[in-house]
């Protein structure tokens, strides 16, 4: 990889948290209304997301430049946990500064866009062995990790990361769903989307772990990628089923957001797949993986643009428009993370 595409694709998380960041405040100084609340606090916390991705990105990218040393090995994770944390109680501040409906639902939906952050933080902490993979690669299968990965121990706590972080979200969600009102329900639906993701980031911090310490078989080559695809269709299939399940305009927000956050899902999926694909064998295709997160981040763009005409005659889809647009930052920013993977993985 030389520098140029380094750069770029170093910048490309921090183009699209900033795109994400100036769209929120934009919609924010818009008006003081519940649509405008919502959709501008959750697009400012995606850009928590887009940091956590960019630390993920330069984790990777100094280890294949030769400009990675133990100030970056910490400084790069930490800088995402500390964003993912900031963003958590940022969330946690709103919900308890009152019981508006406005309140319950955007701040649930920043805690759960926290909770994905600090998943991709594991991700760029796994990623401080990164240039282990082919280390391990080419070793025998049950020789052992090679020198200087991580201890079993910390891969089963990095794994445990996202899944713990999952069975929070998945348990405040169904708090929520007990409480019945209109908006903990939608709070409750979108929060479920988001720990669904948190659920396919397992998938991703697993594949890294298990091939830095060469613990990665044949066996689960693909396991890892059905679970990422049973997360992202489970997210498309609830969404769908909150539009059909009434007339109700509160349905819209939620249903239509939680088949964006599919849409991410089957972006990540790009990165578990490549992983898989390329694991001690050639896979002449996988320079077209990146193709998969583009699509779904067309698919997004493409989706807010019809929602943003549809406003005009229903109000309702005012809040999923905005906030599809950011999903589209973030699946584009996945896009960059999985070139870079194929780059550091390529045996070219």
Same mark, same amino acid.
């Given at each position: 990889? #030389? ?24 919609? +924010? ?41 133990? &100030? ?88 445990? &990361? ?39 980031? &397992? ?8 091939? &830095?310490? #060469? ?36 349905? +819209? ?19 578990? +797949? ?12 996988? #320079? ?28 309702? +889809? ?31």
């Amino acid at each position: 990889m #030389n520098r140029t595409i380094s750069v770029l694709f170093r910048a490309i998380p921090l183009a699209m948290g900033a795109v994400c960041l100036a769209f929120g405040l934009d919609i +924010l100084s818009g008006s003081h209304d519940a649509g405008h609340f919502v959709a501008g606090h959750v697009n400012i916390a995606l850009t928590a997301i887009c940091i956590a991705l960019f630390t993920t990105a330069a984790t990777i990218i100094r280890q294949l430049i030769h400009r990675y040393g133990e &100030v970056w090995e910490i400084a790069l994770p930490v800088l995402g946990y500390l964003v993912a944390i900031g963003t958590m109680i940022w969330g946690a501040t709103v919900v308890a500064g009152g019981d508006e409906p406005k309140r319950v639902v955007a701040g649930h939906v920043m805690l759960g866009i926290g909770f994905i952050a600090a998943c991709v933080s594991t991700v760029a902490t796994a990623s401080t062995k990164f240039v282990l993979i082919q280390q391990s690669a080419a070793r025998s299968p049950g020789s052992g990790p090679p020198d200087g990965a991580y201890s079993r121990t910390v891969g089963a706590v990095l794994v445990a &990361v996202p899944a713990v972080l999952a069975a929070a979200g998945l348990v405040l969600s169904a708090t929520l769903y007990a409480h019945g009102g209109t908006p903990q329900l939608v709070a409750a639906h979108v929060l479920t989307g988001l720990s669904l993701i948190c659920a396919a980031l &397992v998938a991703l911090v697993a594949s890294i772990v298990r091939q &830095v310490r #060469n613990e990665f078989g044949d066996a689960e080559r693909y396991r890892w990628t059905w679970w990422v695809v049973a997360m992202g269709t489970i997210n498309v299939v609830l969404g769908i089923g909150v539009l059909l399940a009434s007339d109700d305009p509160n349905r +819209l927000a939620p249903g239509i957001v939680l088949i964006g956050l599919g849409l991410v899902c089957f972006s990540i999926l790009s990165k578990v +797949l490549l992983l898989a694909l390329v694991w001690r064998q050639v896979f002449a295709l996988a #320079n077209r993986i990146p193709l998969i997160p583009v699509g779904t981040a067309l698919a997004c763009l493409f989706a807010a643009a019809f929602l943003f005409e549809g406003t005009e005659r229903q109000a309702g +889809l005012f809040v999923p428009a905005h906030v599809m647009v950011g999903l589209g930052a973030v699946c584009f920013t996945l896009f960059s993370i999985v070139s870079i993977l194929e780059a550091g993985t390529s045996k070219d």
